[in-house]
């Protein structure tokens, strides 16, 4: 893949290169010139394809989403050369140009197995976790008004109505939600740590067992947003309780996968007890707060 990669950015260079000025190049370099960039994204696709599906879908769909990048990279350069007059190279070309050597160096930075995917997969779902957690914080520390940071203006109005602000009770429930948030933070920490500690992608069921992690691990962060979007006044309970509740059922499956897999050994099962408590916990007190909403 590495090689086919490094092709690819020396004929996106050819080509630019090619038309970046006067003279015309000729029908005949053209055509060769055309030849060599298609053989080289065939070479790039069917190098993808040889990828055995057994080695992890989770490094399949990474290797996937690189090997798009280069392909629609050079599509890119090609339209923008077709649409550029050949006084002088465009600004627009140099930068399509670059854009696909960015796309082929990135095969250096793709992971070598399963295992090293499923740890990357895992770290980009920890930072978006984070980040909605240290926003919430963030709003719930501002004071009253969790809107205080969008200007004033004629068009929105003052915001002098309830609908801007918690009240008491909102605070309360807000609370056992950020403990769900947090919960879910801690997860994710965790089960990073056990899977690269511990994972291994040596045979098919080891393999398969870090790609159920991945895709339901994958599912925590769009389940974090959905509560903390809910979180927000005018607060609905019963929509709090509904995301809550997604997202409780999601961490409590991730943790349960993790139980049963290769990557938790005895001695890293006190931790995954402790999260299953802390996330019924915190779902508990969330269910009393709403009980009036049913």
Same mark, same amino acid.
């Given at each position: 893949?590495?090689?086919?990669?490094?092709?690819?950015?020396?004929?996106?260079?050819?080509?630019?290169?090619?038309?970046?000025?006067?003279?015309?190049?000729?029908?005949?370099?053209?055509?060769?010139?055309?030849?060599?960039?298609?053989?080289?994204?065939?070479?790039?696709?069917?190098?993808?394809?040889?990828?055995?599906?057994?080695?992890?879908?989770?490094?399949?769909?990474?290797?996937?989403?690189?090997?798009?990048?280069?392909? &629609?990279?050079?599509? $890119? %350069?090609?339209?923008?050369?077709?649409? @550029?007059?050949?006084? *002088?190279? #465009?600004?627009?070309? =140099?930068?399509?140009?670059?854009?696909?050597?960015?796309?082929?160096e990135q095969v250096s930075n793709l992971p070598r197995d399963n295992q090293a995917a499923v740890v990357s997969a895992l770290a980009v779902c920890l930072g978006v976790v984070k980040d909605a957690l240290e926003e919430m914080e963030h709003?719930?520390?501002?004071?009253?008004?969790?809107?205080?940071?969008?200007?004033?203006?004629?068009?929105?109005?003052?915001?002098?109505?309830?609908?801007?602000?918690?009240?008491?009770?909102?605070?309360?429930?807000?609370?056992?939600?950020?403990?769900?948030?947090?919960?879910?933070?801690?997860?994710?920490?965790?089960?990073?740590?056990?899977?690269?500690?511990?994972?291994?992608?040596?045979?098919? &069921?080891?393999?398969? $067992? %870090?790609?159920?992690?991945?895709?339901? @691990?994958?599912?925590? *962060?769009? #389940?974090?947003?959905? =509560?903390?979007?809910?979180?927000?006044?005018?607060?609905?309970?019963?929509?709090?309780?509904?995301?809550?509740?997604?997202?409780?059922?999601?961490?409590?499956?991730?943790?349960?996968?993790?139980?049963?897999?290769?990557?938790?050994?005895?001695?890293?099962?006190?931790?995954?007890?402790?999260?299953?408590?802390?996330?019924?916990?915190?779902?508990?007190?969330?269910?009393?707060?709403?009980?009036?909403?049913?």
């Amino acid at each position: 893949l590495g090689q086919t990669f490094k092709v690819t950015s020396q004929e996106a260079t050819k080509l630019s290169l090619a038309f970046s000025g006067p003279p015309p190049t000729s029908a005949e370099d053209c055509q060769k010139l055309s030849e060599d960039v298609q053989n080289a994204i065939l070479a790039v696709a069917t190098v993808y394809y040889w990828l055995p599906k057994g080695q992890g879908t989770t490094l399949r769909k990474m290797v996937r989403d690189a090997t798009t990048e280069v392909v &629609e990279g050079m599509i $890119q %350069l090609t339209e923008t050369i077709l649409s @550029a007059p050949l006084e *002088s190279l #465009s600004q627009e070309q =140099l930068i399509s140009t670059g854009g696909v050597w960015e796309a082929c160096e990135q095969v250096s930075n793709l992971p070598r197995d399963n295992q090293a995917a499923v740890v990357s997969a895992l770290a980009v779902c920890l930072g978006v976790v984070k980040d909605a957690l240290e926003e919430m914080e963030h709003a719930l520390m501002e004071g009253q008004d969790p809107y205080s940071d969008i200007m004033e203006d004629e068009e929105l109005g003052f915001r002098g109505n309830r609908d801007t602000y918690w009240s008491e009770a909102d605070r309360k429930l807000l609370s056992s939600c950020m403990g769900l948030m947090k919960a879910s933070k801690a997860c994710l920490k965790k089960v990073l740590g056990v899977v690269k500690a511990y994972g291994k992608a040596d045979s098919p &069921e080891q393999i398969a $067992q %870090l790609d159920d992690l991945a895709d339901i @691990a994958s599912e925590i *962060s769009p #389940s974090v947003d959905e =509560l903390a979007l809910s979180m927000y006044p005018p607060v609905n309970e019963l929509a709090v309780r509904l995301n809550a509740a997604k997202l409780a059922s999601v961490l409590k499956k991730v943790l349960e996968i993790t139980k049963t897999s290769h990557v938790c050994p005895p001695s890293e099962e006190g931790w995954v007890q402790f999260l299953t408590g802390a996330v019924d916990h915190n779902m508990n007190k969330i269910k009393n707060f709403t009980q009036g909403q049913l």
